[in-house]
């Protein structure tokens, strides 16, 4: 909500500067973390963990991009039918054995977001997007699938194959975006772009809440990522709640159904998972 907040103004490289204040938040917070309980930065683990940090800030970047031009309510379930598809990746490739409510549950979740999905992409094609070219549409599809394939990676990284532990796995990608905070930073510079990082308050709050988040999600892929990849993904239903309730977005009684379908799959999956 709050990325939202802060993407609706139409400044040109605004989802640069969104990603800058994201980098720098994270930075400041892996250097806290680090130092609190005594840790090293191991730059060949950061390397190796690469195309997972990769994954997750270019398909960011490119989401902040798509709430420019659209919005929340329809932006967030299409970008987040990743953790979905995560998840039966992760079945498909590595043979996970799951309760049979669980798998209940996923369908319910996925059936839940795609309902929603479809029904944003009718009612915008006829009143909001109207004036949106194609590759607009495109932005929360390629986030999709780029955050699909970097929680896949992560999920193989953290729980299949332990190829890295959780605390080097946190730091990595936190300082991974604080140097695409620098570089892109130096870049606006380059254009002659003026960016003053004190008057974004909604951005802030937003890199706030973001990387108070990737701190449970690391875990959480740690622990039982088949689930967890469906339970992370599924936060585009309190997304939709929050632009219907503080943006003013309007959700039709449809929407209400597929929501109802999925919270009874997240609140199922939860239940089974603990």
């Given amino acids: 909500m709050f990325y939202k907040l802060g993407n609706r103004e139409n400044k040109k490289y605004n989802e640069l500067v969104t990603g800058i204040i994201v980098g720098i938040v994270m930075g400041i917070h892996a250097t806290i973390y680090l130092l609190i309980n005594h840790l090293s930065l191991n730059f060949w683990e950061m390397i190796k963990y690469l195309p997972v940090s990769l994954c997750y800030i270019i398909s ?66 006829t009143i909001k997007l109207r004036n949106i070219n194609f590759l607009i549409i495109l932005f929360p599809i390629i986030y999709c699938l780029l955050d699909g394939l970097g929680t896949f990676l992560d999920a193989i990284y953290l729980d299949k194959l332990s190829l890295i532990s959780e605390d080097s796995a946190l730091l990595c990608y936190e300082y991974t975006f604080l140097l695409y905070a620098v570089i892109a930073f130096v870049y606006l510079k380059f254009k002659k772009q003026k960016v003053n990082l004190f008057k974004e308050k909604d951005k802030t709050i937003a890199a706030i809440l973001e990387t108070a988040g990737q701190f449970f999600y690391v875990y959480a892929m740690s622990h039982n990522s088949t689930i967890g990849a469906t339970i992370v993904g599924s936060y585009c239903i309190l997304s939709m709640l929050l632009s219907h309730i503080f943006l003013k977005e309007k959700l039709s009684e449809q929407k209400y159904i597929g929501l109802i379908i999925a919270i009874s799959g997240l609140i199922l999956l939860a239940f089974l998972d603990l």
């Fill in 60 to 125: 960011m970047v490119v989401g902040y991009r798509g709430l420019r031009h659209m919005e929340l309510s329809l932006v967030s379930p299409i970008e987040n039918t990743s953790g979905a598809i995560t998840s039966l990746f992760l079945i498909i490739f590595f043979k996970d054995k799951l309760p049979p409510l669980a798998y209940l549950a996923i369908i319910l979740i996925f059936v839940g977001i795609i309902i929603l999905s479809v029904l944003e992409k009718n009612e915008g094609r």
